[in-house]
């Protein structure tokens, strides 16, 4: 009898078990229901150009395809035989969208619209209407439609700042055509860097995300769209676990620039950075290493009109920290071009705030700067040979000062990573302008800590540690 409770009371104790645990799952049917009518379906009919490219038939067509991001399609492209050429309709690439005034504007990616000769979105009730594109940014990969009705379902906005790491979240989308499909998951990451995405910092999920959900919402379990569909991380073409969002608070700010004016205006700097490694950090007299280091300041630039220096280590942008240098684009970008901005710096190891006037990014996307022969010189404290530079290193590398690298032997040199056709411009803090600067400034390394060396390595500024044992 005793054993029979006790089977009886472990059965109860695990059915309330399961019970807490499900109650505590998120339950999406509500929200479902009362968001689904405010997401579109985007399908586009291509130039006529972009039609006689398409008529190559590949496996790496279609409207899966074209729906995966730039970073992905174009290592697929040029795999064509050229005896497989046949005739084929305008292709149609199929995406998602959403609802966000009931006067009829829709956001949704700028890739899913690049390039089409007509936009139609579907609506949840099955009416098809031709969409005008108000405007659409590469950048950020946002675009603006409107269609021409009233009364329309919308969408509400929530707040991507406020979203957290760990959070439920939903997506409603047309992957591969199935519309109003839906998939759930959790808040991966936030501002997330990718490759070439330098002015959007992405919200990373695990929500099944497929070639057709591109531009479609991103919900919380309020039913608010905190974001907006546009990437996956892929090596087959399809869903791997790694899905990237535009916060909704960036898609606005791009939406409203789009009504107002038809493209962006986005802040810049003018400046070239990079990541501040360990080393880095301690030659730089850093606590840690944080921060966009400063490899090049473009002349005529607001960094130079401002007093920003090579070598300077910018560690906070208007009141937020700089952890990683891809921090800085995306926030340098979403100020308007005129506002000034407070910048926290590290120079010469003591912390400075530099105020300047934010510029406007040029269309493509830097500014570009143009800028006494001695006998070759051995620094065998470096273990490196150095040379003056010519007058076609400085044309071809667009460089005005500094020492060449020649030849690197085993050494210091070598073990910081130099190597030979690097042109080493400044030391320690000091610009190297001659071989003078050069052989002074090494003889007066200190030892056994690291000190900053800026090297420009193929036309691209680069900062790299470097630490004398004796």
Not at 202 to 231: M, R
Not at 272 to 280: G, H, R, T, Y
Request: net charge neutral; with cysteine; proline share 6%.
């Amino acid at each position: 009898m005793q054993t029979i409770r006790m089977t009886l009371g472990l059965a109860a104790l695990l059915l309330c078990s399961t019970l807490v645990q499900a109650a505590g799952l998120p339950e999406f049917r509500t929200l479902v229901k009362e968001a689904s009518p405010a997401v579109v379906n985007i399908s586009t009919v291509q130039k006529p150009s972009q039609q006689r490219d398409s008529q190559l038939q590949s496996p790496f067509q279609g409207p899966e395809f074209e729906q995966m991001p730039e970073i992905f399609r174009h290592f697929f492209r040029g795999q064509i035989d050229p005896r497989q050429q046949r005739p084929r309709k305008a292709p149609r690439s199929l995406g998602s969208g959403f609802i966000i005034s009931r006067d009829g504007y829709v956001l949704t990616n700028h890739h899913v619209i690049d390039g089409a000769a007509e936009v139609v979105v579907r609506l949840s009730d099955r009416r098809e209407l031709i969409a005008e594109v108000i405007g659409s940014d590469k950048r950020t990969d946002m675009a603006l439609l409107k269609v021409k009705a009233n009364d329309l379902p919308t969408v509400e906005l929530g707040s991507s700042d406020r979203l957290e790491v760990g959070e439920w979240v939903l997506a409603i989308g047309s992957p591969f055509g199935f519309d109003h499909s839906v998939t759930a998951g959790i808040v991966s990451a936030k501002e997330r860097a990718l490759a070439n995405e330098t002015y959007v910092p992405f919200i990373q999920t695990d929500v099944a995300i497929n070639p057709g959900n591109s531009g479609g919402p991103l919900f919380n379990l309020d039913g608010k769209v905190v974001g907006i569909n546009s990437q996956i991380y892929t090596r087959s073409g399809g869903f791997m676990g790694l899905s990237f969002a535009i916060p909704i608070d960036v898609a606005m700010e791009v939406a409203d620039q789009l009504k107002e004016q038809g493209y962006v205006r986005r802040g810049w700097l003018g400046v070239i950075i990079q990541e501040v490694n360990k080393d880095l950090a301690e030659s730089f007299g850093l606590d840690r290493p944080a921060g966009a280091l400063v490899a090049r300041v473009l002349p005529g630039s607001p960094a130079q009109d401002g007093g920003l220096r090579e070598g300077d280590v910018i560690t906070g942008f208007n009141g937020r920290d700089i952890i990683l240098s891809s921090d800085l684009p995306h926030m340098v970008g979403r100020v308007r071009p005129g506002n000034v901005a407070n910048l926290n710096i590290v120079r010469g190891g003591k912390k400075q705030l530099v105020r300047l006037e934010i510029g406007e990014l040029p269309e493509n996307g830097i500014a570009q700067r143009r800028g006494s022969p001695e006998a070759s010189s051995t620094a065998n404290r470096l273990g490196i040979e150095v040379a003056p530079l010519t007058r076609a290193l400085r044309d071809q590398w667009d460089v005005q000062t500094g020492v060449v690298v020649e030849r690197v032997e085993r050494g210091v040199g070598a073990e910081a990573g130099l190597v030979a056709g690097d042109i080493i411009t400044m030391m320690h803090g000091q610009r190297i302008d001659s071989m003078a600067d050069f052989r002074q400034v090494v003889k007066s390394l200190p030892t056994r800590r690291a000190i900053p060396l800026r090297v420009i390595r193929r036309g691209s500024p680069l900062f790299i540690p470097l630490k004398l044992v004796n």
